[in-house]
């Protein structure tokens, strides 16, 4: 691939379990979820394309989550969760060590 100028990634892959497009909270995916929907603007529950509250009319939003003055998918928020470290990956050789030690220990 390289000589035709493609670069192949791994997948990202997200550090923070995603969010809710319709309850709000996290670890689960809308299309799995049966709650009422909230608002990610205000604490209204209703779905947020009905929400009145804009930058507009002057309203400051409200997370449905913590209560405070910010969005419900705002990473700053107490609530949300927090990234994971990441973590070096082995490299997975195809030679053990202890195959190795074994095989020179035994020669004659």
Same mark, same amino acid.
């Given at each position: 691939m390289r000589a035709l100028g493609i670069q192949v990634e791994a997948p990202y892959r997200k550090r923070v379990? @995603?969010? *809710?497009? !319709? *309850?709000?909270? =996290?670890?689960? %995916? %809308? %299309?799995?979820? =049966? %709650?009422?929907?909230? *608002?990610?603007?205000?604490?209204?529950?209703?779905?947020?394309?009905?929400?009145? !509250? /804009?930058?507009? /009319?002057? @309203?400051?939003p409200s997370c449905c989550n913590c209560g405070q003055d910010h969005t419900a998918n705002y990473g700053g928020c107490p609530e949300a969760p927090k990234p994971k470290p990441l973590v070096a990956k082995k490299v997975n050789s195809p030679y053990r060590l202890k195959d190795s030690t074994a095989k020179i220990a035994s020669f004659p």
């Amino acid at each position: 691939m390289r000589a035709l100028g493609i670069q192949v990634e791994a997948p990202y892959r997200k550090r923070v379990p @995603g969010q *809710c497009h !319709r *309850c709000q909270m =996290y670890g689960h %995916a %809308a %299309a799995n979820c =049966y %709650a009422q929907p909230r *608002c990610v603007k205000c604490l209204v529950p209703h779905w947020t394309k009905d929400c009145e !509250r /804009s930058k507009e /009319s002057g @309203g400051k939003p409200s997370c449905c989550n913590c209560g405070q003055d910010h969005t419900a998918n705002y990473g700053g928020c107490p609530e949300a969760p927090k990234p994971k470290p990441l973590v070096a990956k082995k490299v997975n050789s195809p030679y053990r060590l202890k195959d190795s030690t074994a095989k020179i220990a035994s020669f004659p």
